[in-house]
């Protein structure tokens, strides 16, 4: 099983900033696609930044120039910085890893998707 712990959700003005984390554990092989998604109150869910082991990037039109999203790798985290922030921005955000994990002794890995508590992100006007 992988465990993920998000931060830093909060109360901020628009204008404001904020930066969020998740940090993956357990029994992780490997991390390919690291990704922050955002829902917010009667809407589907939406991929809102991504990122591969390699660094690419993948961001939504809306945040683009605003949100920049980074990894440490060797502490299995992924953070999204949030910039300039607006009203709209205001949902819970999600993070997601894809990747491989074990699966047993030796190299016994299976496919993992795993999906954080989600943290509340407000953006009063």
């Known amino acids: 099983q992988v465990q993920l712990v998000e931060s830093g959700g909060g109360l901020v003005q628009a204008g404001g900033s904020l930066r969020l984390s998740c940090a993956a554990s357990?029994?992780?092989?490997?991390?390919?696609?690291m990704g922050w998604y955002r829902q917010a109150p009667g809407k589907q869910r939406e991929l809102v930044a991504a990122?591969?082991?390699?660094?690419?990037?993948n961001y939504a039109d809306s945040v683009k120039g605003r949100f920049t999203i980074s990894r440490d790798n060797a502490k299995n985290t992924v953070y999204l910085q949030m910039n300039s922030l607006k009203p709209e921005d205001t949902a819970v955000y999600y993070c997601?890893?894809?990747?491989?994990?074990?699966?047993?002794?030796?190299?016994?890995?299976?496919?993992?998707?795993?999906w954080g508590q989600g943290t509340q992100v407000t953006v009063s006007s």
């Open positions: 990122i591969t082991g390699g660094g690419n990037t």
């Open positions: 357990g029994s992780i092989f490997i991390i390919n696609l």
């Open positions: 997601n890893v894809k990747g491989l994990e074990n699966n047993g002794p030796g190299l016994n890995v299976r496919p993992m998707d795993y």
